[in-house]
């Protein structure tokens, strides 16, 4: 079984999903982490279908870029004070589609979970921001000239 639920979180979307199979009870946050970066935050809550905690899963967080089958993963780690739950950070790089998955392993034995593809659009370089910094720098040579004119003619009088 599969759900999906897309929640605004801030100014990003998060979305949540829940799977149930005969292993495993799995529950997925992504969140992007800030709007113009490529990094997504996953939860993945494990449980067994009893709803008992599984603790010692190894939960992989899988991409593949739909165009050119590039693959990449990061370990999801759980901590000592939740034991279920596992984090990370996945950063993908830009100009893209990637399919995503949750792979969850543990001795109850192996789930694959899919999430839905993530477009990262093309990096674009600001020029606002070299143009300011050029600017700025004018401004300085520009106040450095005037005032050693200023102190020259005042010297001069």
């Known amino acids: 079984m599969?759900?999906?639920?897309?929640?605004?979180y801030s100014e990003n979307k998060s979305n949540i999903y829940f799977f149930?199979?005969?292993l495993y009870k799995v529950k997925i946050l992504a969140n992007s982490l800030e709007p113009f970066t490529n990094e997504i935050?996953?939860?993945?809550?494990?449980?067994?279908?009893?709803?008992n905690p599984v603790e010692d899963a190894v939960v992989k967080i899988r991409s593949v870029k739909a165009s050119r089958n590039e693959t990449g993963w990061a370990y999801a780690l759980n901590t000592?004070?939740?034991?279920?739950?596992y984090s990370t950070i996945l950063s993908l790089p830009p100009n893209?589609?990637?399919?995503?998955?949750?792979?969850?392993?543990?001795?109850m034995g192996k789930g694959t979970y899919p999430v839905k593809e993530i477009?990262?659009?093309?990096?674009?370089r600001s020029s606002l921001g070299g143009w300011?910094?050029?600017?700025?720098?004018?401004l300085i040579i520009c106040g450095g000239v005037v005032l050693w004119k200023e102190s020259r003619r005042i010297r001069n009088r």
């Open 96 to 107: 893209g589609t990637w399919r995503l998955s949750v792979e969850v392993n543990s001795t």
């Open 2 to 8: 599969f759900l999906s639920i897309d929640l605004a």
């Open 119 to 124: 477009t990262i659009p093309k990096e674009t």
């Open 20 to 22: 149930e199979d005969q």
């Open 80 to 85: 000592p004070a939740a034991k279920d739950i």
């Open 41 to 51: 935050r996953f939860e993945v809550v494990v449980s067994d279908k009893n709803n």
């Open 132 to 138: 300011v910094f050029f600017g700025a720098h004018i």
